[in-house]
């Protein structure tokens, strides 16, 4: 409504100040009908005078409905809600590329604590709510106190824009020497676009465990009863444990099949079962996207993880780093 007042106060403007014009258009108006040119002029007169009246009227109008601009206009926003007031700003979009965009922010975590030789291995579940599983054997999240917010330290990277190892801090150190996720805008943004949020780390010979609900903490830390696994039970295999006596070996492959990994599956899983047994730290982290926020390539409410898509990622995330184990599963029916 205001850039409309102003429009029409720039017309009048124009009007009142180019009486020239409009006399020479009214001149020509009338000798286009043959009209008395006094008649055209005193019509003419007439039009300013109600011009002039309108822009007053418009201009008091105006001063007296605009807000006054000044700080009380300035909207602040605190903690994460910049994150979802504005999420795509930070993952690109609220689409399925957003989406996927979470899994990547959590696993590129637990590749960064590959790189730094703490973790070998990286499941992602996606469970039959739609959420997703992430975890590491990593070192875990740090669960002490940071100096600067008063709260723990997996608290605040989880509640806190830009909290994490991979900046520098005062001494000019970091967590880490080199980083896979240092472009990407953390665990936090993660937490601020889920329903829900868990997190489980397990670190000292202790077990903790955290939620939150988008983006806010439901309570304080708290010592976890039930022990974080790095593979589910069922996620594993039911089948009988590999032995000397009955491992099968690995048959030659035919030359059509070259590009095949050469483990079987059953190898793969004792693997896995291998690195599970050895794993005495790590961070587990769920989260379920808001439907709030997330929609599908219809643009209604979707939550829907591409499992294809993000198993061919963790390929190349596999390639690229030498002895680090991915897997995926997913739980859907």
Known sequence: MLFHRVALLSLALTALLTPNVSAFQAVAFQHSLKLPLHSSIASQRKMRAATSSSLRS?????????????????????????????????????????????????????????????????????????????????????????????????????????????????????????????????????NALSSYVEVTVDRNKQEYFMRFERGVPTGPLEMSKKAAKVVQEENVTQEEPITEGNKKPVQEEDEDDEEENVMSKRDKLELVKNLQSKRKTGTSVTFLPDTKVFKGEDGKPSITFDPSRLSGRMNEIAYLNAGLVLTITDNRE
């Open 58 to 190: 418009t201009i008091e109008e105006v001063e007296t409905s605009s807000p006054e601009y000044g700080a009380g206009q300035i909207t602040v926003l605190s903690g994460l809600e910049p994150v979802r007031k504005r999420p795509g700003m930070y993952i690109g979009s609220t689409g399925p590329d957003g989406l996927h965009h979470l899994v990547w922010e959590v696993v590129d975590n637990c590749v960064d604590e590959a790189l730094a030789g703490h973790a070998t291995l990286i499941t992602t579940t996606i469970n039959p709510d739609g959420s997703v599983t992430i975890v590491d054997d990593g070192r875990g999240i740090p669960t002490d106190i940071h100096p600067k917010t008063g709260v723990s330290a997996l608290e605040t990277v989880l509640t806190v824009l830009h909290a994490g190892g991979k900046f520098e801090n005062e001494s000019g150190g970091s967590g880490y020497k080199v980083s896979g996720g240092l472009h990407g805008v953390g665990i936090s943004v993660v």
